[in-house]
Protein backbone atom coordinates (compact mmCIF):
# COMPACT_ATOMS: atom_id res chain seq x y z
CA UNK A 1 0.00 0.00 0.00
CA UNK A 2 1.49 2.94 -0.92
CA UNK A 3 2.33 5.73 1.20
CA UNK A 4 -0.48 8.52 2.93
CA UNK A 5 -0.12 11.64 3.67
CA UNK A 6 -2.41 14.22 5.83
CA UNK A 7 -2.16 17.65 7.95
CA UNK A 8 -1.65 17.41 11.20
CA UNK A 9 -4.67 18.90 12.94
CA UNK A 10 -3.56 18.49 16.26
CA UNK A 11 0.18 19.54 17.31
CA UNK A 12 -0.45 23.47 16.26
CA UNK A 13 -3.72 25.16 16.06
CA UNK A 14 -3.32 28.66 15.23
CA UNK A 15 -4.85 31.11 13.22
CA UNK A 16 -7.57 29.70 10.46
CA UNK A 17 -5.74 31.39 7.55
CA UNK A 18 -2.27 29.48 8.26
CA UNK A 19 -3.69 26.11 9.03
CA UNK A 20 -5.82 26.70 5.23
CA UNK A 21 -2.70 27.27 3.79
CA UNK A 22 -0.96 24.53 5.27
CA UNK A 23 -3.68 22.40 3.82
CA UNK A 24 -3.77 23.65 0.26
CA UNK A 25 0.26 23.14 0.19
CA UNK A 26 0.13 19.49 1.66
CA UNK A 27 -2.76 18.67 -0.78
CA UNK A 28 -0.32 20.28 -3.24
CA UNK A 29 2.21 18.05 -2.68
CA UNK A 30 0.34 15.01 -2.70
CA UNK A 31 -0.67 15.65 -5.80
CA UNK A 32 2.43 16.55 -7.34
CA UNK A 33 4.56 13.54 -6.13
CA UNK A 34 1.65 10.82 -6.40
CA UNK A 35 1.18 10.83 -2.83
CA UNK A 36 -2.50 9.40 -1.85
CA UNK A 37 -3.83 12.65 0.12
CA UNK A 38 -6.11 11.60 3.50
CA UNK A 39 -8.15 15.25 3.98
CA UNK A 40 -7.86 15.95 7.99
CA UNK A 41 -9.67 19.24 8.61
CA UNK A 42 -9.26 22.26 11.00
CA UNK A 43 -10.47 21.11 14.32
CA UNK A 44 -10.12 24.23 16.21
CA UNK A 45 -8.00 27.49 15.84
CA UNK A 46 -7.46 30.64 17.76
CA UNK A 47 -9.44 32.98 18.73
CA UNK A 48 -8.84 36.76 17.42
CA UNK A 49 -11.09 40.15 18.13
CA UNK A 50 -12.24 40.36 14.47
CA UNK A 51 -13.84 36.81 14.37
CA UNK A 52 -16.40 38.45 17.07
CA UNK A 53 -17.02 35.12 18.54
CA UNK A 54 -20.22 35.58 20.50
CA UNK A 55 -20.77 31.77 21.82
CA UNK A 56 -20.24 28.12 20.69
CA UNK A 57 -22.67 28.30 17.68
CA UNK A 58 -21.05 30.76 16.29
CA UNK A 59 -17.27 29.50 16.55
CA UNK A 60 -18.86 26.26 15.26
CA UNK A 61 -20.16 27.98 12.61
CA UNK A 62 -16.99 29.91 11.33
CA UNK A 63 -14.85 26.35 11.00
CA UNK A 64 -17.48 24.86 9.28
CA UNK A 65 -17.13 27.50 6.64
CA UNK A 66 -13.48 27.57 6.54
CA UNK A 67 -13.51 23.53 6.27
CA UNK A 68 -16.41 23.51 3.73
CA UNK A 69 -14.43 25.93 1.47
CA UNK A 70 -11.36 23.68 2.08
CA UNK A 71 -12.52 20.56 1.35
CA UNK A 72 -9.83 18.25 -0.10
CA UNK A 73 -10.64 14.73 -1.51
CA UNK A 74 -9.29 11.69 0.24
CA UNK A 75 -7.77 9.14 -1.98
CA UNK A 76 -9.05 5.86 1.00
CA UNK A 77 -12.32 6.35 2.49
CA UNK A 78 -11.14 5.17 6.29
CA UNK A 79 -8.30 3.46 5.46
CA UNK A 80 -6.80 0.85 8.04
CA UNK A 81 -3.27 2.59 9.29
CA UNK A 82 -1.04 0.06 10.26
CA UNK A 83 1.54 2.59 11.25
CA UNK A 84 1.51 6.41 11.64
CA UNK A 85 4.49 8.83 11.22
CA UNK A 86 4.00 12.33 12.94
CA UNK A 87 6.63 15.05 11.42
CA UNK A 88 6.49 18.97 11.74
CA UNK A 89 7.79 19.39 8.66
CA UNK A 90 9.94 17.70 5.89
CA UNK A 91 12.18 18.17 2.88
CA UNK A 92 11.30 17.12 -0.74
CA UNK A 93 14.16 14.20 -1.00
CA UNK A 94 12.97 12.72 2.31
CA UNK A 95 9.68 12.62 1.65
CA UNK A 96 10.70 11.00 -2.03
CA UNK A 97 12.66 8.41 -0.18
CA UNK A 98 9.17 7.61 2.33
CA UNK A 99 7.42 7.49 -0.79
CA UNK A 100 9.46 4.86 -2.24
CA UNK A 101 10.46 2.81 0.79
CA UNK A 102 6.58 2.27 1.31
CA UNK A 103 5.53 1.43 -2.42
CA UNK A 104 5.05 -2.26 -2.52
CA UNK A 105 4.63 -2.05 1.84
CA UNK A 106 1.64 -3.93 2.77
CA UNK A 107 1.13 -1.94 5.56
CA UNK A 108 -1.24 1.39 5.52
CA UNK A 109 1.26 3.95 6.58
CA UNK A 110 0.20 7.41 7.44
CA UNK A 111 2.58 10.65 7.48
CA UNK A 112 0.72 13.33 9.29
CA UNK A 113 2.28 16.13 8.21
CA UNK A 114 2.61 19.84 9.92
CA UNK A 115 3.96 22.47 8.07
CA UNK A 116 4.51 22.00 4.49
CA UNK A 117 6.52 24.67 3.62
CA UNK A 118 10.17 23.37 3.25
CA UNK A 119 8.93 22.76 -0.54
CA UNK A 120 6.06 25.00 -1.04
CA UNK A 121 8.83 27.60 -0.31
CA UNK A 122 11.14 26.31 -2.34
CA UNK A 123 8.76 25.84 -5.60
CA UNK A 124 5.40 28.10 -4.82
CA UNK A 125 4.21 26.67 -8.16
CA UNK A 126 3.39 23.25 -6.32
CA UNK A 127 0.50 25.00 -5.43
CA UNK A 128 -0.93 25.26 -8.47
CA UNK A 129 -2.04 22.03 -7.96
CA UNK A 130 -4.28 22.71 -5.46
CA UNK A 131 -5.60 26.15 -7.03
CA UNK A 132 -6.77 24.34 -9.88
CA UNK A 133 -8.94 22.17 -7.75
CA UNK A 134 -10.45 25.06 -5.69
CA UNK A 135 -11.41 26.92 -8.28
CA UNK A 136 -13.03 24.20 -9.61
CA UNK A 137 -15.46 23.43 -6.52
CA UNK A 138 -15.76 26.68 -5.64
CA UNK A 139 -16.49 28.79 -9.21
CA UNK A 140 -19.20 29.99 -8.02
CA UNK A 141 -17.78 32.30 -5.27
CA UNK A 142 -14.68 32.70 -6.78
CA UNK A 143 -15.09 35.62 -9.82
CA UNK A 144 -12.97 38.47 -10.65
CA UNK A 145 -14.27 42.60 -10.12
CA UNK A 146 -13.07 45.53 -10.90
CA UNK A 147 -11.83 46.71 -7.10
CA UNK A 148 -8.53 46.87 -5.08
CA UNK A 149 -8.48 45.18 -1.48
CA UNK A 150 -5.95 45.95 0.60
CA UNK A 151 -5.10 43.49 3.91
CA UNK A 152 -4.52 46.27 6.83
CA UNK A 153 -3.45 43.14 9.11
CA UNK A 154 -1.58 44.72 12.54
CA UNK A 155 -4.62 43.03 14.70
CA UNK A 156 -4.43 42.81 19.06
CA UNK A 157 -2.48 39.43 19.29
CA UNK A 158 0.16 41.10 21.19
CA UNK A 159 -2.51 41.13 24.29
CA UNK A 160 -4.26 38.22 23.89
CA UNK A 161 -2.20 35.07 22.03
CA UNK A 162 0.15 32.61 22.94
CA UNK A 163 3.66 34.38 23.70
CA UNK A 164 5.48 30.76 22.22
CA UNK A 165 3.61 31.42 19.00
CA UNK A 166 2.95 35.12 18.53
CA UNK A 167 4.70 37.01 16.30
CA UNK A 168 4.43 41.03 16.38
CA UNK A 169 5.35 42.01 12.91
CA UNK A 170 3.29 43.82 10.33
CA UNK A 171 3.39 46.44 7.86
CA UNK A 172 3.71 50.02 8.58
CA UNK A 173 0.94 52.57 7.43
CA UNK A 174 3.33 54.34 5.01
CA UNK A 175 3.85 50.88 2.82
CA UNK A 176 0.07 51.00 3.05
CA UNK A 177 0.06 54.30 1.18
CA UNK A 178 2.66 54.40 -0.94
CA UNK A 179 1.16 50.63 -2.53
CA UNK A 180 -2.32 52.28 -3.18
CA UNK A 181 -0.60 55.32 -4.52
CA UNK A 182 1.25 52.76 -6.95
CA UNK A 183 -1.81 51.11 -7.69
CA UNK A 184 -3.29 54.31 -8.84
CA UNK A 185 -0.75 55.50 -11.33
CA UNK A 186 -0.15 51.83 -12.90
CA UNK A 187 -3.46 50.67 -12.94
CA UNK A 188 -6.50 53.54 -12.73
CA UNK A 189 -4.44 56.91 -13.92
CA UNK A 190 -7.31 58.40 -15.31
CA UNK A 191 -10.39 57.12 -14.05
CA UNK A 192 -11.85 56.75 -10.21
CA UNK A 193 -10.95 53.82 -8.76
CA UNK A 194 -12.78 51.33 -5.52
CA UNK A 195 -11.04 50.46 -3.05
CA UNK A 196 -11.87 48.11 -0.26
CA UNK A 197 -9.60 47.87 3.46
CA UNK A 198 -10.42 45.00 5.06
CA UNK A 199 -8.28 45.19 8.37
CA UNK A 200 -8.43 43.30 12.10
CA UNK A 201 -8.38 46.52 13.79
CA UNK A 202 -11.28 48.37 15.62
CA UNK A 203 -12.15 52.13 14.54
CA UNK A 204 -12.84 52.69 18.47
CA UNK A 205 -11.58 51.71 21.84
CA UNK A 206 -13.58 48.69 22.36
CA UNK A 207 -13.51 45.89 25.75
CA UNK A 208 -12.86 42.32 24.45
CA UNK A 209 -13.99 39.29 26.48
CA UNK A 210 -12.89 36.67 24.63
CA UNK A 211 -15.44 33.40 23.80
CA UNK A 212 -12.63 30.87 23.94
CA UNK A 213 -11.50 30.18 28.11
CA UNK A 214 -8.01 29.66 26.00
CA UNK A 215 -7.72 32.76 25.08
CA UNK A 216 -8.28 33.83 28.30
CA UNK A 217 -5.62 31.84 29.92
CA UNK A 218 -2.91 33.32 27.52
CA UNK A 219 -4.71 36.81 28.24
CA UNK A 220 -3.93 36.29 31.47
CA UNK A 221 -0.80 34.58 31.19
CA UNK A 222 0.42 37.54 28.44
CA UNK A 223 -0.81 40.82 30.09
CA UNK A 224 -2.27 40.04 32.95
CA UNK A 225 -5.27 40.76 32.64
CA UNK A 226 -8.95 38.61 33.82
CA UNK A 227 -10.00 39.00 30.25
CA UNK A 228 -13.20 36.62 30.94
CA UNK A 229 -14.33 39.21 34.07
CA UNK A 230 -12.59 42.27 32.95
CA UNK A 231 -12.19 42.26 29.09
CA UNK A 232 -9.24 43.14 27.56
CA UNK A 233 -9.26 47.39 26.83
CA UNK A 234 -8.35 47.45 22.92
CA UNK A 235 -7.51 50.52 21.45
CA UNK A 236 -9.09 51.71 19.05
CA UNK A 237 -7.34 52.79 15.46
CA UNK A 238 -9.06 54.86 12.22
CA UNK A 239 -7.54 53.98 9.06
CA UNK A 240 -8.38 57.04 7.81
CA UNK A 241 -5.98 58.96 9.76
CA UNK A 242 -3.24 56.47 9.30
CA UNK A 243 -3.63 55.68 5.64
CA UNK A 244 -3.68 58.23 2.97
CA UNK A 245 -5.61 57.51 -0.44
CA UNK A 246 -5.89 59.19 -3.06
CA UNK A 247 -8.33 61.80 -4.16
CA UNK A 248 -9.88 59.64 -7.42
CA UNK A 249 -10.44 56.82 -4.87
CA UNK A 250 -14.17 55.57 -4.05
CA UNK A 251 -12.70 53.87 0.13
CA UNK A 252 -14.58 51.58 1.85
CA UNK A 253 -13.10 50.51 4.96
CA UNK A 254 -14.16 47.32 6.30
CA UNK A 255 -13.20 46.88 10.38
CA UNK A 256 -13.07 43.23 11.36
CA UNK A 257 -15.83 41.85 8.18
CA UNK A 258 -16.66 38.41 8.96
CA UNK A 259 -13.72 35.72 7.52
CA UNK A 260 -15.34 34.65 4.74
CA UNK A 261 -15.88 37.90 3.09
CA UNK A 262 -12.67 39.33 4.16
CA UNK A 263 -10.77 36.31 2.56
CA UNK A 264 -13.68 36.18 -0.98
CA UNK A 265 -12.97 39.97 -1.16
CA UNK A 266 -8.97 39.52 -1.44
CA UNK A 267 -9.64 36.45 -3.84
CA UNK A 268 -11.92 38.40 -6.37
CA UNK A 269 -10.50 41.81 -6.80
CA UNK A 270 -8.51 43.10 -9.71
CA UNK A 271 -5.62 44.33 -7.74
CA UNK A 272 -4.60 42.83 -3.96
CA UNK A 273 -2.28 44.45 -1.85
CA UNK A 274 -1.25 41.74 0.62
CA UNK A 275 -0.17 42.00 3.95
CA UNK A 276 2.36 39.85 5.98
CA UNK A 277 -0.28 37.41 6.78
CA UNK A 278 -1.24 34.21 6.00
CA UNK A 279 -4.78 34.92 4.93
CA UNK A 280 -3.68 37.43 2.28
CA UNK A 281 -0.94 34.63 0.93
CA UNK A 282 -3.63 32.46 0.64
CA UNK A 283 -6.42 34.74 -0.98
CA UNK A 284 -3.18 36.22 -3.45
CA UNK A 285 -2.72 32.42 -4.57
CA UNK A 286 -6.70 31.76 -5.90
CA UNK A 287 -6.89 35.74 -7.27
CA UNK A 288 -6.68 35.77 -11.19
CA UNK A 289 -5.47 39.13 -10.78
CA UNK A 290 -2.64 41.24 -9.65
CA UNK A 291 -0.81 40.86 -6.50
CA UNK A 292 1.53 42.94 -4.60
CA UNK A 293 3.47 40.82 -2.15
CA UNK A 294 5.62 42.19 0.79
CA UNK A 295 9.25 41.49 0.21
CA UNK A 296 9.89 40.64 3.95
CA UNK A 297 6.48 37.93 4.08
CA UNK A 298 7.12 35.02 5.68
CA UNK A 299 6.70 32.55 2.35
CA UNK A 300 8.32 32.53 -1.22
CA UNK A 301 6.53 34.87 -3.73
CA UNK A 302 4.47 33.10 -6.30
CA UNK A 303 5.96 33.34 -9.65
CA UNK A 304 3.10 35.66 -10.95
CA UNK A 305 3.20 38.08 -7.87
CA UNK A 306 4.87 41.61 -8.55
CA UNK A 307 8.04 42.22 -5.54
CA UNK A 308 7.07 45.04 -3.76
CA UNK A 309 10.66 46.37 -3.95
CA UNK A 310 10.36 46.43 -7.66
CA UNK A 311 7.79 48.84 -7.82
CA UNK A 312 9.69 51.23 -4.77
CA UNK A 313 7.73 49.76 -1.85
CA UNK A 314 10.68 49.52 0.89
CA UNK A 315 9.73 49.04 4.23
CA UNK A 316 10.78 48.35 7.57
CA UNK A 317 9.02 45.66 10.26
CA UNK A 318 6.63 47.42 12.80
CA UNK A 319 7.53 45.49 16.07
CA UNK A 320 5.26 46.99 18.60
CA UNK A 321 5.72 47.10 22.78
CA UNK A 322 4.04 44.06 24.46
CA UNK A 323 2.61 46.48 26.94
CA UNK A 324 2.08 49.28 24.00
CA UNK A 325 -0.15 50.34 21.46
CA UNK A 326 -0.11 48.67 18.07
CA UNK A 327 -0.09 52.15 16.74
CA UNK A 328 3.89 52.83 17.41
Same mark, same amino acid.
Given at each position: ??????? $??????? !??? /? +?????????? &??????????????? @?????? /???????????????????????? /??????????????????????????????? @????????????????????? &???? !???????? +?????? +????????????? !????????????????????????????????? $???????????????DINFRPHKPQTSDWALQFSGVEAQTNGLDLPGINLEEKVRFPKNSLVEIQYCSEFMQTFL??????????????????????????????? @???????????? /?????? @?? +???????? !?????
Amino acid at each position: MPLLITY $DNETMQD !GLG /S +QALRLLGIFS &IAKVLGIGYQHSPIV @SFVEEY /SHRLRNNSDETNLLREVNNFFSFP /SRISNPKVNQVLIMREIKLLLLLKLKLRYLF @SRKVVLLRLLLPFKITDRNPL &IYLF !GIRYLRRL +QSRLLF +QNDTTVVHVRRGY !GYLYSDPATFRPRHLPYEYYSAAIEVVRKKFFK $DRDFNVIVHTDLSPIDINFRPHKPQTSDWALQFSGVEAQTNGLDLPGINLEEKVRFPKNSLVEIQYCSEFMQTFLDMCNCRVLIQSKSSLSYLAGLLNRGTVIWPS @SHGHAKYPSWIN /SLKIGL @SH +QEFKPMME !GSPDL
